[in-house]
């Protein structure tokens, strides 16, 4: 039985830790042991939040003073309520986690203090399934980014095409003048010159034929 001190000093814890959070999460801790429940609160002190035993009747009235409407006897059991400065993504995961290791730690339930909206303890579970925070944002850039970079990388590929092409096509040209300067070359030597024409002297007659033909003309003459 808790001292109306003890009492008091859980409503004032109650309602600073409302103060800085952000989403709730109803369990019943029926059966969990003592040092699970020392793993559960130093998993969760990573993240920013705490997990807290607080009687519903009390847990109502810290409730009631920071204006959310919320009835914690709505729930059977013993409830233990942990108090999450993020929202729901950073905390749900490891609590369901403890719940599947701890057989016996079932969620009840979450509230939204942003949005001042209750969650069942069906969609909580897929919530908790979810990939965290920093996962999900690292899917979004990864399918930003996958596609950016491929395009990158095709342009790349076009922009060394044309100077590969016109390498490819210098070297060609040097080659081909090349092998041209050489056929010209061996044409050149296998080739042979040609000799300048000599100047032919001119045919005369024979002398002795001149001689007899003027003999017979004086012959004709005379008579």
Known sequence: MLTKTQKKEQITSAAENLKTSSSLIFADFTGVGVEEIRKLKNDLRQAGANFSIVKKRLLNIALKRQGIDLDALQFTGPVGTVFAPDDLTAVAAKVYKFGQAAKT????????????????????????????????????????????????????????????????????????????????????????????AEDKPMASAPVGETGDETKNSDKVEEK
């Open 105 to 196: 730690f079932q969620v009840l339930g979450a509230y939204d203090l942003k949005i001042n909206s209750f969650l069942s303890r069906d969609e909580f579970m897929v919530i908790a399934k979810l990939p965290s925070r920093e996962v999900l944002l690292a899917q979004i850039m990864g399918g930003i980014t996958g596609p950016l970079r491929a395009f990158m990388s095709i342009v790349k590929q076009l922009a060394e095409k044309p100077a590969a092409a016109e390498a490819v096509a210098g070297k060609g040209g040097v080659a081909a003048s090349a092998e041209s300067g050489e056929k010209n070359q061996a044409a050149a030597i296998e080739k042979p010159a040609q000799a300048p």
